[in-house]
């Protein structure tokens, strides 16, 4: 049983779905961490890519071209990180509030809006077709190296970004002048303030980001990883972004490495859930246990680490 | 008295506004996907309390006494974000302690054999139990390493939510039936009608009621109600005057799980014959709308409720009878959310009665002085 389990596990088509797995997880966990170093936190992260996700399909069905129907996704994040942050900053609604917000739009607006667009019902059905999906790369040398190029290769053009946009985000937070101002707001709006920074506006570049971060996650949802919108879609995959960036320290390289961890335990439920005798239930279950043991390890790391600095201090 | 009175009107008529802001955002939509929009608003706005027949419109009580039936787990839901939210503990896990109010409630009404009347309260105390150890777990967490009861709180749900489906297939299931559930409760564990008339009205309601006055009475005249109002305004104030800070996050978190456990279980051994949940069942989310519409205030948690239990219904009514989709609740239930909850929303018009009856009460004091002045 182990053995086979082994088997199942280390090869190169596990490893190749790992990372297909994981690039939706971190493209919004990637946007948990731009909005969490400006002191901000998203939690309608869950919501956006559903409607992300629905508005893909859609604008690539209307013009029947894939990178409209991205773009539009991406737009649409925007959009809707904007419209929680105008309810948080300049309404005052608590932003916590105002993500839920988000999410119930997610869950019962999208599909509202199909229906009202299509007259389809939970899902759409036949019209992504194959031409419409984000196509898929070979990468020239790398495809013919044995292992590593089944692996690495032959993934979808967002897949590649996913992993692009972490070394992109940490230059944005920490080679730039905006990326400096962003850390500043987050960790001391007043500072910031007195040597002339508009924290609202920092803050509104920050969530705007992160609405793109997701709205790109929504798009590789329906339009690759399950080839259509449908309402059960996301499942959670923007409150484990969450939890993932919490457990990467809210760093672009930390949070990657949370976000394969979580996409190893989503994949290993795939593969052992077709073993004979195993519950699909309980194996459901890992991904969730792991967010919280890895939180709380993260957690006592950090307990330790502060212990040690300053050994007169205690724990609270 | 006067200047307090005009800012409660004010507060009243700002959620009123919100209310008629979220529907006017509803009406636009109906209008502009419907083929049929007066069908649908007419069942949507009336069709909860009203029938319409050949012969003019008739109040529907059948059709109210399921609106009061259906409040009963949204109070208790409500209640808990009330608690949880009052000290800002944003723990969004009382959607998957209430199912796991039911289960428990469920299997103890299905193996226990007792008296009834004793077998009602031993599945609900259980089911409380149940409810606040497991939020002890993000309390914990929050308190002791600091880990966001939020996200914890919404693992939480999935990993209980999966546990519950693996133990009713495996373990629970009446094999007999051609859909997964469990075997039916004894009869001496069902929660009484109060009229049998199939609205499924239960004396669930009751209790829901007096917890809501216990609840209130908790946050408002106890001092560990007022440490968890305290908490939740100014953590460290509350530190510095005293109170266990750390002791008050746990304890309205286990409180918000035990409200969350005795609801699961009421409206499991309330309005169903044998546990049949497959997801999650929705109530703590709504739970937080009738918390913001309660404004986090006990007593103003039943209103909630029925408004929402209200719109459910005509949203229902609405998708049977036209063509819009009953998914349009949760559209209506997020402008609420976000215009309801806006502390700035209409602020303008708050800040011109403050400085009025500031200015006014400026006047009094200075006539007063001089009357003094004049006296001496």
């Keep these: 049983m182990t053995n086979d389990l082994l088997l199942l596990i280390f090869n190169a088509d596990f490893l190749f779905s790992l990372i297909r797995i994981t690039a939706p997880i971190l493209f919004a966990a990637l946007g948990a961490v731009i909005a969490e170093k400006a002191g901000v936190v998203n939690i309608g992260l869950e919501g956006i890519m559903m409607i992300s996700a629905l508005f893909g399909v859609m604008f690539a069905y209307w013009t029947q071209l894939w990178w409209v129907g991205v773009l539009g996704a991406l737009v649409v994040g925007v959009l809707l990180a904007l419209m929680i942050g105008f309810f948080a900053f300049e309404l005052k609604t608590n932003i916590i509030l105002a993500g839920i917000a988000v999410n119930m739009l997610g869950a019962g607006g999208t599909i509202f809006l199909l229906s009202m667009l299509t007259g389809m019902k939970g899902n759409t059905g036949a019209l992504v077709t194959r031409e419409l999906l984000i196509p898929t790369i070979n990468i020239p040398l790398i495809k013919s190296i044995p292992v590593l190029g089944q692996v690495l290769s032959g993934h979808a053009v967002l897949t590649y970004l996913a992993f692009l946009f972490v070394w992109l985000m940490w230059v944005l937070l920490y080679k730039t002048p905006l990326g400096l101002n962003i850390r500043a707001v987050g960790e001391n709006p007043d500072a910031a303030t007195s040597i002339g920074v508009s924290v609202q506006k920092i803050q509104y570049i920050a969530i705007a980001l992160s609405g793109a971060m997701a709205g790109l996650g929504g798009a590789f949802m329906s339009m690759y990883y399950s080839q259509g919108w449908n309402s059960g879609m996301v499942a959670g995959r923007g409150f484990i972004a969450l939890a993932a960036t919490a457990m990467g320290r809210g760093e672009p390289v930390g949070t990657m490495l949370s976000s394969l961890l979580f996409g190893l335990a989503q994949a290993l439920r795939t593969k052992v859930s077709g073993i004979q005798g195993v519950s699909s239930y309980l194996v459901s279950v890992i991904p969730y246990l792991v967010t919280i043991i890895g939180l709380v390890a993260y957690a006592i790391s950090i307990k330790n680490k502060l212990k040690k600095r300053s050994p007169a201090s205690k724990g609270a | ?376």
């Excluded at chain 2, 929402?308 to 209506?332: R, T, W």
Aim: include cysteine; charged fraction near 10%.
């Design chain 2, 1 to 376: 008295m006067s200047s307090d009175r005009r800012l409660l009107l004010f507060n009243l008529l700002r959620g009123a506004a919100a209310i008629f802001l979220a529907l006017l955002v509803a009406t636009a939509l109906i209008f502009l996907s419907s083929k049929e929009p007066l069908t649908a608003l007419k069942y949507l706005l009336l069709g909860p309390v009203i029938s319409f027949k050949s012969t003019g419109m008739v109040f529907n009580t059948v059709s109210f006494l399921t609106i009061l039936a259906a409040m009963t787990p949204t109070i208790f839901s409500g209640l808990a974000v009330c608690v949880m939210f009052s000290a800002s503990q944003f723990n969004l896990g009382g959607e998957g302690v209430i199912m796991l109010g039911g289960f428990v409630g469920a299997l103890l009404g299905i193996y226990l054999k007792l008296n009834t009347g004793l077998h009602q309260v031993v599945c609900i105390l259980a089911a409380a139990v149940v409810g606040g150890l497991v939020m002890l777990i993000p309390a914990l967490l929050k308190v002791k390493l600091g880990a966001s009861e939020m996200v914890t709180s919404l693992m939480m749900n999935y990993i209980i939510m999966f546990i519950i489906l693996h133990f009713l297939n495996f373990t629970f299931a009446d094999r007999s039936k051609g859909a997964t559930q469990s075997f039916p409760f004894e009869a001496t564990a069902k929660i009484p009608e109060i009229v049998s008339n199939g609205t499924k009205l239960t004396w669930g309601l009751v209790i829901a009621l007096i917890f809501v006055v216990i609840i209130a009475l908790f946050m408002y005249r106890t001092k560990w109600g007022y440490a968890i109002r305290m908490v939740g305004i100014n953590q460290s104030f509350a530190q510095y005057s005293g109170i266990q800070v750390g002791m008050i996050i746990v304890l309205s978190q286990v409180i918000g799980g035990m409200l969350s456990g005795i609801g699961g279980s009421i409206e499991m051994l309330g309005r169903y014959n044998t546990f049949l949940w497959r997801e999650l069942p929705g109530y703590g989310w709504i739970g937080i709308t009738v918390a913001i519409l309660a404004k986090n205030n006990p007593i103003f948690v039943p209103l909630a409720a029925l408004f929402i239990a209200y719109l459910d219904k005509g949203c229902q009514l609405m998708s049977i009878n036209s063509d819009v989709p009953f998914e349009m609740i949760d559209i209506i239930q997020a402008a609420i959310f976000l215009f309801f909850a806006a502390e700035q929303f209409l602020a303008k018009y708050r800040q011109r009665i403050v400085v009025r009856n500031a200015q006014r009460d400026l006047a009094l004091q200075e006539a007063a002085v001089s009357r003094e002045g004049k006296l001496s």
